[in-house]
């Protein structure tokens, strides 16, 4: 019977919806990997020199290019505190230095 198969695509599209969105940057036509919050991710975003487009849902959607893209941006954020965190070890390291 074709009909009920027909049916059950339907529903698996609307029950998919949330996967097969496309990546919100401007000019770029990939399905989306990822829906990320637009709070957190849109300052990575914007540090790739990536235009988006906003919805309603505040969410942004990403290809996998694109989510690289950010996700380096997020990554050498995440490094900057290390390092400063870093240089904060070092310098108790080089002041107990400087007491020997
Ligand atoms: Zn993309």
């Known amino acids: 019977m074709k009909l009920p198969k027909e049916i059950r695509e339907k529903g698996d599209l609307s029950a998919t919806a949330n996967k097969g969105k496309n990546c919100s940057i401007k000019g770029c ?20 020199d990536l235009k988006y487009y906003d919805n309603k849902h505040h969410k942004i959607y990403l290809c996998k290019t694109h989510y690289k893209e950010a996700n380096k ?28």
């Open 73 to 100: 941006y997020r990554k050498s954020q995440d490094k900057l505190y290390q390092k400063k965190g870093f240089l904060e070890n070092s310098t108790t390291v080089s002041r107990s230095k400087n007491w020997d």
């Open 29 to 48: 036509v990939d399905k989306a990997i990822r829906s990320l919050s637009e709070n957190s991710w849109k300052s990575y975003v914007e540090k790739a």
